[in-house]
Each structure stands twice: as structure tokens, then as C-alpha cells.
């Protein structure tokens, strides 16, 4: 159980001793800033202290220097949908730089985390913000994809949690490292795999899938308008390795008209470029369904969706844990053996007018939530 345990390593399972960086700070041996750093990988991110949870620098080598926060969007009112938590186990399936679990754990002090993300560099930077909150005792951060998080919980021995969070999609320092090549803003290797020790990446989507696998992957990942034209470019203009290489080749695809409208004309393809690399529309409603099932009586799930394509499917899904998918004539008895009402689903928020002139983020975010009300059972 996570309670008594010290920090547990997110990047393996090797014993772990504190070692210490070019610049001093002392980290554990597992961390994977702890191995760029000794292996001359310096592009770690580093903890500012005393600026807000979950505020990262990060040094972007060559394209720039600069000091980059991932401020967390709709903390407050993440906050407030936990407020009443019970004491136990709380998850985080997209830890990112641990801004809400921080402002999660420090309200609520006989909590302990949880916390997943596929990205060694967001485990970094989370461990870093958690220690410096006085958080490492009661936390197990772990690098995966969050459809495992009931494998994990499982094997930590929770059975039941006392609430959770899905934060979807990017960090705003993934998106801000050039080397990263999730942005046609730097010119990078096209790359976007949070994960970066899987095989797919952008590369490899952009020289080897066919003209329909390119254009259903542009309509359902992103809805784009113009998907057959872009893929016939992209198939025209191959081999593309950088991201700003793509960027020219789709803008130059899309009608002038439609170029002028609607920001940048490469947006909708990398979305959907990077959405397919990290499979993050699969994979999620298999993963809301298992954390719904874990989730304690009176226990919350929060979360925070940035397009019309994820929301579509938290919404499903809420709706369905909701309903059991019964379809039956609300005025008679249920007669097709749904399992009903194991959460009561709360309406969804978008972000406050204030956080939209601080936060450019939040503006696409919406919120939804769940609280389970009773125990699944057959009827
Ligand atoms: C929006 S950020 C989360 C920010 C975080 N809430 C905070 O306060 O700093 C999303 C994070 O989720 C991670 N992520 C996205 N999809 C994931 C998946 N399928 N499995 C695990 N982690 C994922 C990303 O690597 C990223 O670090």
C-alpha cells in the first residue's frame, strides 16, 4: 500500500539512493534526470522553487533559453470537486508537473498519490515539485499509460480510490521544447511521442501511412476540412523529417482562403498527427470505464478535456456508467437488465473569464465530473 511506502520510482524498479546533479540538487538514482544528467543529457527540467505547483523550468538548448510554467488549468475549481474527499488513496493519470496533485495532496495531508504518465521528463519535474511541497512520503508516481491504471493500482494493492484526475493531452513545456517536435514553431525532428521509448512516432505517420490511412486519421483526429488534399501533399512531398518541413507542405496544401481563417493551417494536422502517435482518443475509454469501476462510494472523478473529440468521448462514457446504456421507456420499469445510476453525473464547466485572460490553456478546457453512488453490481 502507497501510505507507509517512500517515494517509489516511476522509471523502474531498481533499488534507488540519492545521487547529485551538475547543479546540485539532489534527485533519486532512478530518475531519468538523474541518467541524462550523468550521461550528458542535460535537457531535464529544473525546479524554480518557490514558484507555483507544479512551474517548471525548462532550457530548450539550442532554439532558446527561456523559463517555461505548465500552470494548472481550473485549479481552483479542481480543488473544490474534491474538497470533501475522503482520507485513502487519490489517482493522478496524467501527472504532467504535478500542479493539481500538489494543491490535491496539500489540502487534503492524510492523502496519499497515485500518480501516472507516460513521459519520463513530466515524472522528472514531478517529483521535484512534489519533495519540494513535503509531499515524497505519500506518493507513487509511475511512468506508463494511464489504460494501465488499474493494472498498477492492483498491483499497489488499492482496491478502492478516494478520487481522481485526467488531465488530457499535452503539457505546455511538451509543446515548448523544440527537440520535443510536438510544434511547427521550432524546427525539430517530427518526433511527439510522449513516451519516448515507443516506436511510432511522427516520422514514421508521416512517410509510411497511405493516402486513406492519412486522411481518415486527419478527419477523426482532428476533423480537417481538407484531410484528402494534405495527405495527397504529404505522399507528394515525401520523405518530411522536421516539423516545420510538414508545416509548409500542409499549409500549402489548404485553399488560400481557408489559410487565412481559423489560426495557424498546420494546427489541426499536428493535432492529429500527435493524437494518433500517443493513441489518445483509443485508448481513453477503456481507461474512464476502469477508473470509474475503482472509484470508492462518494469517491469523484474529474476530467479535463481540450477538444471537441475527447470530450465527445468523457461525455459517452459518463453518460453510460450513468445509464447503464439502457434505452428503455423512462416512464416504465427497465426491463433490459441495465446496470443504472453507479454515478450521478455533474454538469460540465469551462474555465472562469479571470483564468482565460491569465491562462491562453484553459480556454479550450472543459470540465466534467462523476461521483460514484453506489457499488457496481448485476442489478
Ligand atoms: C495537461 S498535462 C497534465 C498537467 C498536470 N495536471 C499538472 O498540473 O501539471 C497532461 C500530461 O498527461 C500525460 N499523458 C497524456 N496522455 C497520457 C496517457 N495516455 N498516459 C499517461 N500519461 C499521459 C502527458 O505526458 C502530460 O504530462
Known amino acids: 500500500m502507497i501510505p507507509d511506502a517512500p517515494y517509489v520510482s516511476s522509471i523502474s524498479q531498481r533499488p534507488t539512493v540519492s545521487g547529485s546533479l551538475p547543479d546540485g540538487t539532489v534527485v533519486s538514482s532512478n530518475s531519468a534526470r538523474y541518467h541524462r544528467a550523468h550521461s550528458g543529457d542535460t535537457s531535464g527540467w529544473q525546479l524554480l522553487s518557490g ?13 532558446m533559453n527561456a523559463v517555461f510554467a505548465h500552470l494548472p488549468v481550473m485549479l481552483e475549481q479542481i480543488t473544490d470537486v474534491f474538497s470533501d474527499m475522503n482520507d485513502g488513496v487519490f489517482l493522478d493519470a496524467t501527472l504532467g508537473g504535478a500542479g493539481h496533485s500538489t494543491a ?18 513530466a515524472l522528472d519535474s514531478a517529483e521535484q515539485v512534489l519533495a519540494a511541497a513535503g509531499c515524497s512520503g505519500r506518493v507513487a508516481l509511475r ?70 490511412a492519412l486522411t481518415s486519421m486527419l478527419r477523426r483526429n482532428a476533423d480537417e476540412r481538407h484531410a484528402y488534399r494534405i495527405a495527397k501533399a504529404i505522399i507528394a512531398a515525401r520523405p518530411i523529417h522536421s516539423t516545420v518541413r510538414l508545416s509548409d507542405v500542409v499549409s500549402s496544401a489548404i485553399p488560400a482562403p481557408a489559410r ?6 498546420a494546427k489541426r494536422t499536428f493535432q492529429a498527427i500527435r493524437i494518433e502517435v500517443n493513441a489518445e482518443l483509443e485508448i481513453l475509454p477503456g481507461a474512464l470505464r ?21 470530450d465527445r468521448i468523457v461525455k459517452s462514457v459518463m453518460r453510460s456508467a450513468e445509464t447503464g446504456d439502457c434505452d428503455c421507456p423512462p416512464n416504465l420499469p427497465c426491463g ?22 491569465q491562462n491562453p490553456r484553459s480556454s479550450s478546457a472543459r470540465l466534467r465530473v462523476v461521483e460514484k453512488i453506489q457499488i457496481e453490481s448485476q442489478n
Open 336 to 357: 433490459c437488465g441495465a446496470v443504472r445510476s453507479v454515478v450521478r453525473v455533474r454538469a460540465p464547466r469551462d474555465a472562469s473569464r479571470a483564468e482565460l485572460a
Open 51 to 63: 514558484r507555483l505547483p507544479g512551474t517548471v523550468r525548462h532550457d530548450t538548448g539550442s532554439t
Open 260 to 265: 487565412r481563417r481559423g489560426g495557424h493551417p
Open 104 to 121: 490535491i495532496l496539500t489540502a487534503h495531508p492524510h492523502v496519499s498519490l497515485l500518480g501516472i504518465d507516460q513521459d519520463d521528463m
Open 290 to 310: 476502469n477508473v470509474i469501476s475503482l472509484l470508492a462510494p462518494g469517491a469523484r472523478l474529474a476530467v479535463l478535456s481540450y477538444h471537441s473529440g475527447e
Open 143 to 212: 511512468r506508463a499509460r494511464f489504460d494501465a491504471a488499474a493494472l498498477i493500482a492492483a498491483k499497489e494493492g488499492i482496491s478502492a480510490l478516494s478520487g481522481a484526475l485526467f488531465d488530457l493531452g499535452v503539457s505546455s513545456p511538451q509543446f515548448d521544447v523544440a527537440e520535443r517536435g510536438f510544434s511547427y514553431r521550432f524546427d525539430a525532428p517530427l518526433d511527439m511521442r510522449m513516451d519516448r521509448t515507443q516506436a511510432l512516432s511522427a516520422d514514421v505517420i508521416v512517410n509510411t501511412y497511405d493516402e486513406d
